[in-house]
């Protein structure tokens, strides 16, 4: 039982991980909907996927460094949830702002208390 336990604290982030970066990337295709030339869409598109680079580099990090894969996505739901909070500044508060920080900076602390989890059981 305890091993099959230890497999699912190391798959599970890392699964999820992979997920979130793919639904992150979705919003990229946003990009299409415009009347741009080639060169418009591909920094559109590249710019659009900088969230989901990052976090794929910092999963690729935390494949083998667990708490990389913490600290990262932990740090990625705050920096959404400051985000949203200047936007909240800067345009005023409307309730979907709510469910958008519970979508994106939920599962990343989700994903980074997973990554810490098993960064803790490896110790010891």
Same mark, same amino acid.
């Given at each position: 039982?305890?091993?099959r336990?230890g497999?699912?604290?190391y798959?599970?982030p890392r699964?999820l991980?992979?997920?979130?970066?793919?639904?992150?990337?979705?919003?990229?295709?946003?990009?299409?909907e415009?009347?741009?030339?080639?060169w418009?869409?591909?920094a &559109?598109?590249?710019m659009?996927? $900088?969230?989901?680079?990052?976090l794929?580099?910092?999963? #690729? =990090?935390s494949w083998?460094? @667990?708490i990389?894969g913490?600290? &990262?996505?932990?740090l990625?739901? $705050?920096?959404?949830?400051?985000?949203?909070l200047m936007? #909240? =500044?800067?345009?005023?508060? @409307?309730?979907?702002?709510?469910?958008?920080?519970?979508?994106?900076?939920?599962?990343?602390?989700?994903i980074g208390?997973m990554?810490?989890?098993?960064w803790?059981?490896?110790?010891k």
């Amino acid at each position: 039982m305890e091993k099959r336990v230890g497999k699912f604290i190391y798959w599970a982030p890392r699964i999820l991980s992979i997920i979130f970066i793919l639904f992150l990337a979705l919003f990229s295709l946003d990009v299409f909907e415009g009347n741009y030339g080639f060169w418009e869409t591909i920094a &559109g598109l590249f710019m659009h996927n $900088i969230p989901a680079m990052i976090l794929l580099i910092v999963l #690729i =990090i935390s494949w083998k460094r @667990e708490i990389v894969g913490g600290i &990262g996505f932990v740090l990625a739901g $705050i920096l959404y949830i400051a985000m949203i909070l200047m936007n #909240i =500044i800067t345009t005023g508060f @409307e309730w979907y702002y709510l469910l958008w920080a519970l979508q994106i900076s939920g599962i990343a602390f989700f994903i980074g208390i997973m990554f810490l989890v098993g960064w803790f059981k490896k110790k010891k």
